[in-house]
């Protein structure tokens, strides 16, 4: 609702602007007569061959309106050469007037669609825009004649620079706000995913979601395995929310994060005056607050031995001991365990409890590393760069074929978490709407040229035992020969001919 009169305040204000020059009608160079009606300004010119040039666009006029406004105002013609520009908005860019008329807008406004907007006749209003390091509203709109693009008017809106300021912090949070109710209505307490978050269109990814779905209706208990950052968390939710549980809640602990004197208590809470700084009352532990819903045990293979023996006894007798109760209280909760350590060596090396163990283990649910599906990698960094580039309210739409193709062929040691922040660090360095290979991380980056570098080193053997070969032919396979026509010592030829491991019978 905050957005909604937000962005409608906006729209009036540059409505104002619009009829201000539709009251000057009479000056004997624009006639403007139609507004936003229809998204888009239609120009009527009383001279001229229906393109905008500067001739028929009275500065003067123009300055007079738009000048003492908060906002910026840009004219550019129908290939996009700006043609009037606002003196406040020269000033918020910090240059000249006379320098960047007649300049490709692109060259002068970073984050530009000005020249977009002249393409595709389409007004895009109350857009974020990042420019000079502030984010600004921008409204585009295209100016139509006779269903011929003219050019396009496009105005920034902002204050002093302090008011600015104001007006861009509130934009953020009121864009965390918005995204934060949205992602909240739908779910019950603590479930962050649904089984449509999962992102993937891997053989692999399309078994992954149908075992979800068959282990989903059942109580049963589910082991997820798999590197750190492929989504255990997230299948873990998934689980929960396609399941018979997903209007109970979903709660997390991390069995690695939790100090080992405290597990227990945290775990199944504990009753009044069972130990010294105990609350007056007791405190529920995390079963209890996971009643008819799901508890989620991260990093299990991290849950000190003793609390496997309790661990135990809750999955076999469904019940739990709060510290210091006389009597145990029957619990209503799903378990899921995840971890990325091997859980079987771990028995072997008596870490992890073997009964334990088999109980948890019935259904396994392995995540496969990113690098072993490769073909999900476009569909993850385009739903990264989604979510990233409205988060920073930065307009960037894709990337680079050369950029994809280094994703693609990157080894992902941190999974889906590594491709996440890749995406999300190289939106913030893109300089244009499409990513770059010069916008992603070093690590990236080196890696691809590690790549080239041993290709070209692979393509040159090749090529020398593909020389020596047919010299070995040439020379009826006599070496002495061979290696005078390659114009080496027979020595040097030996040493080649095991490096590339050339036989001769
Ligand atoms: N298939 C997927 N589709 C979309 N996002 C994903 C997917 N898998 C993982 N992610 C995202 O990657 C990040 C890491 O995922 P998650 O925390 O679930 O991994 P994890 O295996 O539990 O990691 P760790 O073992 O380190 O705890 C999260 O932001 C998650 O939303």
Aim: hydrophobic residues 40%.
């Amino acid at each position: 609702m905050t957005i909604f009169l937000f962005t409608f305040f906006l729209f009036r204000l540059c409505r104002q602007h619009v009829y201000q020059l539709i009251s000057t009608r009479g000056e004997d160079t624009i006639k403007i007569v139609t507004a936003f009606k229809n998204k888009s300004i239609n120009f009527s010119m009383e001279k001229g061959n229906g393109m905008i040039s500067e001739k028929f666009l009275n500065t003067r006029l123009l300055d007079i309106v738009f000048g003492k406004t908060y906002s910026g105002t840009l004219i550019v013609d129908h290939e996009g050469y700006i043609r009037y520009i606002s003196r406040n908005f020269c000033d918020f860019l910090k240059v000249e007037r006379n320098e960047v008329i007649g300049e490709h807008v692109t060259h002068t406004i970073e984050n530009t669609r000005m020249h977009l907007v002249v393409k595709t006749g389409k007004a895009e209003l109350a857009q974020l825009q990042f420019l000079r390091g502030e984010y600004v509203i921008a409204n585009r709109i295209p100016i139509i004649e006779d269903g011929k693009i003219l050019g396009a008017v496009g105005i920034i809106i902002f204050r002093d620079l302090y008011d600015w300021q104001k007006l861009n912090t509130h934009i953020r949070h009121m864009l965390s706000q918005s995204r934060f109710l949205l992602e909240k209505q739908p779910r019950a307490a603590g479930v962050k995913y649904m089984l449509n978050d999962l992102i993937g269109s891997s053989r692999q990814m399309a078994l992954l979601k149908e075992k979800i779905k068959k282990v989903a209706r059942g109580d049963i208990t589910v082991l997820i395995t798999g590197e750190s950052g492929t989504g255990k968390e997230l299948v873990a939710h998934s689980i929960h929310s396609s399941s018979d549980r997903s209007s109970g809640p979903f709660i997390k602990i991390n069995c690695g994060a939790i100090p080992e004197h405290l597990m227990e208590s945290e775990l199944f809470g504990y009753e009044e005056g069972s130990f010294t700084g105990a609350k007056k009352g007791g405190k529920p532990g995390k079963f209890q607050a996971a009643e008819g819903g799901t508890i989620f045990l991260d990093e299990i293979g991290d849950m000190p031995v003793m609390m496997q023996v309790k661990l135990l006894r809750v999955l076999q007798e469904k019940e739990i001991e709060p510290v210091g109760a006389v009597h145990p209280k029957p619990i209503d909760v799903r378990i899921i365990a995840a971890t990325n350590q091997p859980l079987k060596e771990l028995v072997e090396q008596n870490r992890f409890r073997k009964d334990l163990y088999y109980r948890i283990n019935a259904i396994q649910l392995d995540i496969p590393p990113l690098r072993t599906r490769a073909e999900d990698i476009p569909l993850l960094a385009r739903h990264f760069l989604k979510k990233a580039s409205s988060g920073l309210g930065k307009r960037v739409t894709g990337f680079s074929p050369e950029a994809l193709s280094a994703l693609e062929g990157y080894n992902w040691p941190g999974n889906i978490r590594e491709l996440e922040n890749a995406v999300h660090a190289a939106v913030y360095m893109a300089s244009s709407d499409a990513i770059g290979l010069e916008d992603l991380p070093e690590a990236i980056r080196e890696h691809l040229n590690r790549k080239k570098e041993s290709s070209l080193k692979e393509r040159m053997e090749a090529a020398e035992k593909q020389m020596i070969e047919e010299a070995l032919r040439a020379a009826c396979f006599d070496k002495k020969r061979a290696a005078k026509a390659l114009g080496i010592g027979h020595s040097t030829l030996y040493d080649k001919m095991k490096k590339l491991r050339i036989e001769v019978k």
